[in-house]
């Protein structure tokens, strides 16, 4: 409803302003959203942790200590005892219907509810009279059998059984699993789950994707727990099909895209900073150096941007690599950034960098920026007017190199080292500032004039780790990247023994990590 004010305008009632808002969120609902629960296929996707067998009732007389077990009776008795501490005790005694201690003549089981943590809820389901439902683990008690902090729903004698597993998914305190399974089972009759592959390539044996999904929030009792568990269950199998697909869709969709776009062909010049540098190194590249180097310059060379994963051992040699890609781009004309996960990882990439390169780079009167998060006031202001005026030809550091206020005059080449270890933030604002300031502030504009836009030069990416990965998973896992891998460690240098171990066996990696500082006198870096 709506009025006219004294000065003509129109005034809105107060109601009317409140029905225009939108209606507040309920706490399980912005508990979904901090889950990423936002779509219903997000809802069908957000699978089950575990799952509960409430499909049956076993009778107390039956269950045994460490039972984790199903029973349904009638609370004979409830009160709030003081000592030895506050805590709600429940008695149940066991329903006629259920169990042989139903038999004439003998007295029902009884079996006693434990609640140290309890609220009015609890007392008013849980009063003299009520029929409930707990399921809970079987402990022996000073009074008999009992459980500690069971789940409880109110029933009457007509109430079924649960007809399927019941799921127990990833949630949070603010987030019920009772509300977030009639969520999930909306979402999931609404999520449109059509299949990508045509029949005669769909694979064989496993269920369709809508059949799969609808398995696993609604498994039937007959269902393999430890198959579901373990994930090796056929409708798991499916969702593991259609991840690796969508994954490998995305990442040729990606690489294509990737050919759209435009970079600077970066190339070493005659008697330049890069032959200077080959001449001036105190050792002879390996063949394997010597060969991913040539694959690197060749894809600098090129105007559509590198994005290659260059992969080696500790100590097989990654840092003069870059250091001779880096050479490449500032003999072009270009800058360089090298950016590391933690300071101590860039520092160590930093001091060989400026052994090698700073002396030549300061003949052409440039240099080398040192950019950490550890670097403040006029000492960081002076390393980043180095970087946009284009003096530092070369920018080592971490994250702080891709902070708001660094920018480059030309940035042709990124190296980033074990991108893996960057937070998702990182990464994010790491393919930003690759594909420029929104400013213009790279300098690299396009035809149009604007960064970001088609025209734009975009940087070259090379990506180093020294997680050993094997060639057909990363030819799988990284379809988007070329991968070059140093196999040849340089002379002196022993092999690395790469090993996994489980959690569980975290006492072996400290008494290893005890015999090498005490028994060896030696160091042990922990990452």
């Known amino acids: 409803m709506s009025s006219s004010a004294p000065d003509g305008s129109t005034a809105v009632a107060p109601a009317a302003r409140a029905a225009d808002k939108a209606p507040a969120k309920s706490l399980p609902q912005r508990a979904m959203e901090k889950l990423g629960l936002r779509r219903d296929i997000d809802l069908a996707l957000h699978l089950p942790l575990r799952y509960e067998d ?303 390169l700073d002396p030549l780079l300061a003949e052409r009167g440039q240099g080398i920026a040192w950019l950490t998060g550890s670097r403040k006031g006029k000492e960081r202001r002076r390393m980043v007017e180095r970087v946009a005026s284009g003096e530092a030809a070369l920018v080592v550091g971490t994250h702080a190199v891709i902070q708001d206020d660094v920018h480059f005059a030309k940035l042709g080449l990124a190296i980033v080292d074990e991108q893996h270890r960057f937070g998702v933030a990182q990464r994010l604002e790491l393919r930003r500032k690759l594909a420029g300031d929104p400013d213009g502030a790279n300098g690299q504009d396009g035809p149009d004039g604007h960064n970001g836009r088609p025209g734009t030069l975009e940087p070259h990416l090379l990506m180093m780790s020294a997680t050993p990965i094997p060639r057909t998973l990363a030819m799988t896992y990284f379809a988007d990247l070329d991968v070059s891998t140093l196999d040849e460690l340089p002379p002196g240098r022993s092999p690395v023994v790469t090993k996994v171990f489980a959690d569980n066996r975290r006492e072996d990696v400290i008494a290893r990590i005890r015999d090498e500082v005490e028994g060896q006198a030696r160091q042990v870096y922990w990452v």
């Open 54 to 356: 409430e499909t049956k009732l076993t009778p107390i007389a039956e269950a045994r200590p460490g039972d984790t077990v199903q029973v349904e009776g009638v609370v004979r008795e409830a009160k709030v005892e003081l000592r030895p501490r506050r805590q709600f005790i429940v008695h149940l005694a066991e329903s006629l219907e259920v169990g042989a201690s139903a038999a004439p003549g003998r007295r029902r089981a009884e079996l006693v509810l434990r609640f140290v943590n309890f609220y009015p809820s609890h007392q008013k389901t849980l009063a003299a009279g009520a029929r409930v439902r707990v399921r809970g683990e079987l402990r022996g008690g000073f009074f008999g059998p009992e459980m500690v902090h069971p789940t409880f729903k109110s029933v009457d004698a007509a109430t079924p059984l649960a007809a399927s597993l019941t799921p127990v998914y990833p949630a949070s305190a603010q987030l019920p699993q009772a509300y977030l399974r009639k969520a999930v089972a909306s979402g999931l009759s609404r999520a449109p789950l059509d299949e990508l592959l045509p029949a005669r390539i769909a694979p064989t044996g496993l269920p369709s994707l809508r059949d799969a999904l609808h398995f696993l929030h609604h498994p039937p009792p007959s269902a393999s727990l430890a198959a579901l568990e373990d994930h090796s269950h056929p409708a798991w199998q499916r969702l593991k099909f259609e991840e690796l697909l969508a994954q490998q869709i995305a990442q040729l969709q990606a690489q294509r895209e990737r050919r759209k776009l435009r970079a600077p062909a970066l190339w070493a010049a005659v008697g330049g900073l890069h032959e200077r540098l080959l001449a001036v190194l105190p050792f002879q590249l390996t063949g394997a150096q010597r060969r991913v180097a040539e694959e690197i310059a060749a894809d600098l060379g090129r105007e559509q941007p590198m994005h290659r994963l260059l992969q080696g051992d500790v100590g097989s040699g990654k840092t003069v690599v870059a250091a001779l890609a880096a050479a490449v781009a500032i003999d072009a004309g270009w800058q360089c950034a090298l950016m590391a996960p933690t300071e101590i990882l860039a520092e160590q990439h930093f001091r060989k960098l400026v052994q090698w």
